[in-house]
């Protein structure tokens, strides 16, 4: 139980669109989910939190116009990159928690996002 | 800042033998601490975690224990396994907050 899924695993983009990223809790309702990005090597950065149908909660340093969350339903949040640049390559990943769990939250597998 | 912090980026152990991962945090307020494993190109996955309210926490081969007093929590591995080698992640929250603090992560590689 507990499975989070994301849409794509791996996304190639040009420089300048826009590209969407989803989250699912196939299992669960997710009244909270979460962002992530990580670099190579790194920690995974929270970017933010949202609530289902509320506003989504910016970490400092992340551009809320820029990172668009939506977080539609208990199942699905999206996540779109505007006008995407190169520095925007990264690996982003969502969890989900359900309140009701002592582990957290549960993550998706994680999306790859590269912007030539 | 970071508020939680693993310093060995790396650590390099022999199959059957025990690993011992190390974590500090800053932030006192913390008093829900997890252990996430993570392989390559995929989300992290819950392993165990511990409550303030206790110091130490089993389940199976892994342990993690807990010092409040350093702000410093550990998990071991025995014995360690080839399929234990992955990235492992320390991360802290203040319990119902939801919100996770994680360290950078250690590399574990079980030797055959």
């Known amino acids: 139980g507990a499975v989070v899924s994301q849409h794509p695993s791996w996304v190639i983009c040009k420089s300048g669109t826009s590209v969407k990223i989803e989250c699912r809790s196939l299992?669960?309702?997710?009244?909270?989910m979460f962002w992530y990005r990580q670099f190579p090597k790194q920690s995974l950065m929270l970017m933010a939190t949202?609530?289902?149908?509320?506003?989504?909660?910016?970490e400092q340093g992340v551009e809320k116009d820029k990172f668009l969350i939506n977080h539609a339903s208990l199942t699905l949040s999206t996540l779109t990159v505007t006008s995407a640049h190169p520095e925007d390559s990264s690996f982003y990943i969502c969890?989900?928690?359900?309140?009701?769990?002592?582990?957290?939250?549960?993550f998706g597998p994680g999306t790859r996002l590269t912007v030539t | 800042d970071q508020q939680v912090k693993q310093n060995s980026p790396s650590l390099s152990v022999q199959e059957g033998r025990i690993s011992i991962l190390n974590c500090d945090y800053t932030?006192?307020?913390?008093?829900?601490f997890l252990w996430y494993k993570k392989y390559p190109a995929e989300g992290p996955t819950f392993l165990i975690s511990?409550?303030?309210?206790?110091d130490k926490n089993e389940d199976g081969r892994f342990t993690v224990f807990l010092n409040k007093s350093a702000k410093h929590l550990s998990l071991h591995i025995v014995p360690s396994q080839p399929g234990d080698s992955a990235v492992y992640f320390c991360?802290?929250?203040?319990?119902?907050?939801?919100?996770?603090?994680f360290g950078a992560g250690t590399t574990v590689t079980v030797r055959a």
């Open positions: 969890s989900g928690s359900d309140r009701g769990t002592t582990k957290g939250q549960y």
């Open positions: 949202s609530n289902e149908g509320s506003k989504a909660t910016y």
């Open positions: 932030n006192s307020m913390f008093d829900y």
């Open positions: 299992d669960f309702q997710a009244t909270t």
């Open positions: 991360a802290a929250s203040v319990y119902g907050d939801y919100k996770l603090s």
């Open positions: 511990i409550s303030s309210i206790k």
